[in-house]
């Protein structure tokens, strides 16, 4: 294991001397205190306006994303965050679910849970204590939430956007929503054929993160062949990017 690596405690500290305007606010709280280094932890520590990471499946891309952007919400005053993937009715079972039941320290709905959900089980969007709101959406749907400015932006399989898509909510993710500093657009991403736009677009435009390769952040241990439990398929495009 990375002597690098960081846990959940320590993320909000990092996060807000960062990126946070208001680094003096109490850590936030969290469902497990997971370790984060690799590809996770540079995703966690970015300080510029767009960080995508990529990698192979079931590589805690999704968990490290959701941590840094409620750590976002918890430490910044008023903040307006979106949640968004292609489609809202796919962002539901993934990235909401991880959101609400590995991020959150309660399940939103529970009277102690800290961030109250409005919505009920087609969530619209979640309010912290310190007055931040994250709305959820999907590229479906645009229109509903496009108007709007977004200091923190999470697009969950970025892949499955196309470049124009991500370019309208960078512009909606600029400063202009006033409530930080540093405005970010965060990705995660399951890469596709090796001239997508995600790696197209590497830096200087953007930091890119990978979680695979000789860095795996983190990596859930393969169900032992012959049980019956799904194995996570490793794609030869994954391998491809990951190399
Ligand atoms: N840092 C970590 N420490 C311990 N367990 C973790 C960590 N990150 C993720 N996990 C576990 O691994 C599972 C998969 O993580 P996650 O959903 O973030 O992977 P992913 O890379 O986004 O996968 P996919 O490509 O399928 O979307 C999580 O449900 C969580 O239980
Ligand atoms: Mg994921």
């Not at 320590?10 to 690799?38: E, K």
């Not at 767009?50 to 805690?60: F, H, L, N, S």
């Not at 994303?65 to 993934?94: D, E, F, Q």
């Not at 090796?194 to 953007?206: G, T, V």
């Amino acid at each position: 294991m990375s002597l690098q690596m960081s846990t959940a405690r320590t993320i909000a500290r990092r996060v807000a001397a960062n990126v946070a305007t208001n680094g003096d606010s109490p850590a936030a709280p969290f469902a497990h205190d997971f370790d984060f280094f690799g590809g996770a932890e540079q995703l966690i520590d970015y300080p510029g306006t767009e960080v995508i990471i990529a990698g192979p499946y079931e590589t805690g891309k999704t968990i490290a994303a959701l941590h840094k952007l409620h750590t976002l919400l918890w430490t910044t005053k008023n903040a307006r965050g979106l949640m968004v993937r292609k489609t809202y009715k796919s962002l539901l079972p993934s990235a909401v679910v991880t959101y609400e039941h590995k991020v959150l320290p309660i399940p939103p709905g529970h009277p102690d849970c800290p961030v109250m959900v409005f919505g009920g089980s087609r969530p619209d969007w979640y309010d912290y204590p310190n007055g931040a709101r994250l709305v959820l959406g999907g590229m479906d749907n645009a229109d509903k939430f496009l108007s709007a400015e977004f200091d923190f932006i999470y697009v969950n399989q970025a892949e499955e956007i196309d470049v124009d898509d991500w370019e309208k909510l960078t512009g909606r993710a600029t400063g202009r929503a006033g409530n930080t500093e540093h405005p970010q657009i965060i990705g995660d991403c399951n890469p596709s054929h090796p001239y997508h736009w995600i790696l197209e677009r590497e830096p200087p435009f953007q930091q890119f993160c990978r979680s695979g390769g000789t860095s795996w952040p983190f990596r859930v241990p393969l169900p032992p062949s012959g049980t019956g439990h799904p194995r996570p398929r490793k794609t030869r495009r994954a391998r491809r990017c990951c190399a």
